[in-house]
Structures are given as C-alpha cells and as structure tokens.
C-alpha cells in the first residue's frame, strides 16, 4: 500500500483520535503542543525554501547570524545557547559561515581558550538585505490573521516560553526523580 506523501492536518488530527480515542488524555494541551510543533516546521520550511535557500543558508545558519546580528560579538556558548543548538553544531555552522566570509572568530582578550564570533561587514550587508526579504514572508505566513491575532498568539507563545524557562528545569527533575539524564545521542547505538 503505498502512503501519501504530506498528510494535512485534518487527516493527521483524525487518525490521533482513532489511534488515542480510548485513552484518558489532556487532548487540548495535546492539540496545542502538536500544532506548535507542525507550525514550527511548516514554517521553517517555508523560509528556507524560499528566502534562505537562494542565499544558501540554513535555518540554523541563519539563526546564528540573526543572534549575531542582534547581539553584536557573543562567546560560542552564548551564539549556541540563543540559538539553541550545540556547541558542536554552532562549530561546524561558523566555520561554514567563516568560510563564507560571513562571521569572524576570535580569541577572547581575557582568556584565548574562549572564542568570540562576530558578523563581518559582508554578513553585516547580508543581514540588512536578507531580513526584509524574510520579514516579508512572515507577513505571508501569518497573512491569516489580523494584527490583534498575530500579537495574541505571540503572547500565548511567549507564555509557553516562559513557562518552561520559569519551571521547565523543576518538572524534569520531578520527572527524573533524582536520576541524572543520560547524554545526549546521535541515535547512534554503539557497536558491539
């Protein structure tokens, strides 16, 4: 039997309920959640393929340059904190950018074992060029709500954000009841 490609929401949302009918749920948390997550990724792709992709940059790639951009020179854990990606993903990501020309590294003044990353005056002109161009197609994303909506679901965002941030750290370690969190895996198993 051959599957469809792209499911839409509805269809998605119908075949939760025959797969989760019989179970005691929180189903509008679950519906919120689950919709934040297919928003996040519709909308990710939408401006990498059609603002991002011609100046060869990725989501991530420009998500390191807009927290440059905003926050001037930053340390490599901070770049990657705001970005929220590894450090390990943040080196691979800069040096792409350096190669580009697009962000500089440098040694902290206080302590050479700490790294600053900077814009350079040809990421600094990408920037300005580019996020016209992507603010646009956020206008286009969000082009089915009014001005009033768009700053309520921000605000309903920024309340989900803050939550976490607030008590996000408390509820893991309830969750894990005094176990430590393994490290983070590819999802790799090892070889035997």
């Given at each position: 039997m051959m599957l469809p490609l792209h499911r839409s929401i509805?269809?998605?949302?119908?075949?939760?309920?025959?797969?989760?009918?019989?179970?005691?749920?929180?189903?509008?948390a679950m519906a919120a959640v689950a919709n934040i997550h297919r928003a996040a990724a519709a909308v990710r792709q939408h401006l990498e393929n059609s603002v991002l992709r011609p100046h060869e940059l990725t989501w991530t790639g420009f998500v390191v340059l807009w927290v440059l951009w905003i926050w001037d020179q930053q340390e490599t854990w901070s770049v990657a904190e705001e970005a929220g990606i590894s450090k390990g993903t943040l080196t691979g990501i800069s040096?792409?950018?350096?190669?580009?020309?697009?962000?500089?590294?440098?040694?902290?003044?206080?302590?050479?074992?700490?790294?600053?990353?900077?814009?350079?005056?040809?990421?600094?002109?990408?920037?300005?060029?580019?996020?016209?161009?992507?603010?646009?197609?956020?206008?286009?994303?969000?082009?089915?709500?009014?001005?009033?909506?768009?700053?309520?679901?921000?605000?309903?965002?920024?309340?989900?954000?803050?939550?976490?941030?607030?008590?996000?750290?408390?509820?893991?370690?309830?969750?894990?009841?005094?176990?430590?969190?393994p490290p983070r895996r590819s999802g790799r198993r090892p070889r035997a």
């Open positions: 509805a269809e998605t949302e119908r075949a939760v309920q025959r797969r989760l009918g019989g179970l005691t749920l929180q189903r509008e040096r792409t950018l350096e190669g580009r020309g697009l962000v500089a590294r440098s040694t902290h003044p206080e302590d050479r074992r700490r790294v600053l990353l900077s814009l350079t005056p040809e990421g600094e002109r990408l920037m300005e060029e580019l996020f016209p161009a992507f603010n646009a197609e956020e206008a286009f994303v969000s082009g089915s709500l009014s001005p009033e909506q768009c700053l309520q679901l921000a605000d309903s965002l920024r309340a989900i954000v803050g939550r976490l941030e607030e008590c996000g750290e408390q509820r893991r370690r309830e969750l894990l009841d005094g176990e430590t969190l």
